[in-house]
Structure formats: C-alpha cells, structure tokens
C-alpha cells in the first residue's frame, strides 16, 4: 500500500480535504453539508466564467486588431466615418448613442496603448485655427519658467482689469498643460487618502466602542466641522 510521501499529488489533496471535511462539519455556525452543493456550485460557475472572460478578451483582442487595421493612417473624416459605422453596430442593438461612444474610445484607446496608433486630427478650419493659436500661446511661454509665469500671473490677477484677467487666465492654462502629471499624480494621491478616511471612518462607526468614539469626535475636531 503507497504511504502518502507517495501518493499522486491530487490523490493527498483529496484524502486531505476528506480528513477536513470529518473535523469540521460546521461553516459560519451552519451545517457544512447544507453548503455544501452551493459552494460546489460557486466553484465551478467561476471557473466557467473566468473561462469566459478569457475568451472575450481573447476575441475582443482579434477585434481591436482588425479595426487597427484599418483606421491606421488614414484621414480624419474617413477615421470619423469609421466611428460612426461602429457606433451603428452597437446602437442597432438597442444601446444609447453615448454608450456606443464610450464602448469606441475604449477601442481607440487600447489601440493607442497597443499599437502605437495615432489619432488623426480634425481637419476642419476651426479645428486647425485652435491648435495654432494653442502652439503660438505655448511657445510665446517656451522661455520663462514655471516661477516667471507664476509671478506674471499674480501681477495681472493684482492688476485685476478684464485684459489682465484674460492674460492671467492663460498662463494659468499653460501652468496646468507643465504641470499635467504631477496635478493628476497629487489628485489620485489625495483620492487615496480620502478613500482610506472615509472607510476607517466607517470602521469607527462600525465598532461602536468609547475609544471609537472618541477618534471620531477628534477627527471631526481636526476638519474643523
């Protein structure tokens, strides 16, 4: 008779969970065996879905991979005829407008990440009039640095008259454009951190307890609520 150093690995898994399922005949304060079919169940649902979700990327990936191929270098109408083709697509399937919107740029956002694509540019007049005058007004800063134009804009804002407003609305703008990661990085820091507040907080309520009470009662103290 094989010892258990011997035994198929699943074999001494099976003989372990036999050996578990005679010492512990209770789950959460129910009977093991009334939960028993329910759990079966769950394990094997999640399997078949995780199997699922598996080929839905796997198919959604082929599907980014042929509209690459053919919006890649071309025009900016054709590119915006394309969308529309796509967004009917999902639209006839009794979707809004806006969720087949959302559903495309999430395509051409992964085609970005995946293939390098590159989003054709409005070829409309407006369109170009705003990304030259949006050039101009970089490169009329391209020589002062963030302290220049921070000190500029403080001046025109002292000033306060409409002209000066317009001007300090400007570098206000540029400031952002510089500055586009860190503002995103300290937002998502600060979102983390009221996140983690607002769930110790409930945690706090939760307990109930004196000493809860009173961390709660001295945060509120500290916000200045």
Do not use: C
């Amino acid at each position: 008779m094989a010892n258990q150093a011997t035994m198929p690995a699943q074999a001494q898994e099976q003989t372990v969970q036999s050996a578990v399922a005679v010492v512990v005949n209770m789950i959460g304060g129910r009977p093991a065996v009334e939960l028993q079919e329910t759990i079966f169940t769950i394990g094997e649902e999640t399997f078949d879905a995780e199997a699922l979700m598996a080929r839905g990327v796997a198919a959604r990936d082929v599907l980014d991979s042929n509209l690459h191929d053919i919006v890649k270098g071309i025009p900016y109408l054709e590119f915006m005829l394309v969308r529309d083709f796509y967004k009917s697509g999902i639209t006839d399937k009794g979707k809004s407008d806006d969720a087949a919107q959302k559903v495309w740029e999430r395509s051409v956002n992964r085609m970005v990440s995946t293939f390098d694509f590159v989003k054709p540019k409005s070829e409309a007049k407006d369109a170009v009039r705003k990304a030259e005058a949006k050039a101009k007004a970089i490169a009329a800063f391209e020589a002062q640095d963030d302290d220049a134009l921070e000190d500029a804009r403080a001046d025109l804002l002292e000033k306060g008259d409409q002209a000066s407003l317009r001007k300090a609305l400007t570098i206000g703008k540029e400031l952002e454009r510089r500055n586009a990661d860190v503002i995103k990085a300290d937002a998502d820091q600060r979102k983390l951190i009221v996140s983690k507040i607002v769930t110790r907080v409930k945690e706090l309520s939760k307990a109930g307890t004196d000493d809860a009470d009173n961390l709660l009662a001295s945060v509120l103290m500290m916000l200045g609520a």
